[in-house]
């Protein structure tokens, strides 16, 4: 089976940091992906990793190991605008062109003044 | 900038009837995909298509279909709508062949169906 487990919620203060952890059980791995959704608004591309260790962009980074089927996105000098949710995607293999993206629940992260 | 286009932001139909939601995307991307959004349940796969007139499964593909006539656009149809079809309806698309990261989703603002 196919299972991506992420936090619900979250909350953090304004100016902090926080992290947001992903962990997958999938037929196959092809490269992870971090969505971030407004209320309201469609989802929008944060960050993609498919090899080991961490990728960096500005203020948010995100982390994969493959052995343990574990992601993190964090994300530093939390900002108000920041609040939204957060979404772990996984893709699967591409066999016969057949290239499924898989997504988790979301955290709901909420940011304190 | 890509473009993902959905026909309709809010949508009211009663049981039974017969709903078409319309996506069309203005970047020439083979893989479109049509998923549904509901809170607690997240993001959930109905059908994608990998190429026009193809159509594949996606995790719950009951009581829905799909059309792709052409590569830029992919319908959903509901063919009887039933109360537990009310949901936000999000389509995306992807390029192929490009790579990692190039690869990802873009998704359009979303349909929230209600099914009365």
């Known amino acids: 089976g196919q299972n991506i487990d992420q936090p619900t919620e979250m909350t953090a203060t304004e100016g902090a940091i926080v992290q947001i952890n992903c962990t997958y059980q999938?037929?196959?791995?092809?490269?992870l992906f971090w969505y971030q959704q407004h209320a309201g608004e469609a989802p929008t591309f944060l960050s993609y990793?498919?090899?080991?260790g961490l990728e960096e962009k500005g203020r948010f980074s995100s982390f994969l190991s493959r052995s343990k089927g574990y992601s993190y996105l964090l994300l530093k000098e939390l900002q108000m605008k920041d609040s939204a949710s957060y979404l772990c995607?996984?893709?699967?293999?591409?066999?016969?062109?057949?290239?499924?993206?898989?997504f988790g629940k979301g955290t709901r992260l909420h940011i304190l003044p | 900038d890509v473009k993902v286009t959905q026909s309709s932001r809010y949508l009211v139909k009663r049981t039974g009837e017969k709903v078409f939601l319309e996506c069309v995307q203005d970047m020439d991307h083979e893989n479109m995909f049509w998923y549904r959004q509901d809170p607690g349940l997240g993001l959930r796969l109905i059908y994608f298509s990998y190429d026009v007139k193809m159509k594949e499964k996606g995790d719950i593909p009951e009581g829905y279909s799909v059309s792709r006539e052409k590569k830029e656009r992919f319908s959903l149809i509901l063919e009887s709508a039933s109360t537990n079809q009310t949901s936000m309806y999000l389509c995306a698309s992807s390029p192929v062949g490009q790579g990692g990261a190039n690869e990802k989703l873009f998704f359009g603002s979303g349909t929230q169906l209600s099914v009365l």
């Open positions: 990793n498919v090899l080991d």
């Open positions: 999938t037929s196959g791995f092809n490269g």
């Open positions: 995607a996984v893709r699967g293999p591409p066999m016969n062109r057949d290239d499924k993206i898989i």
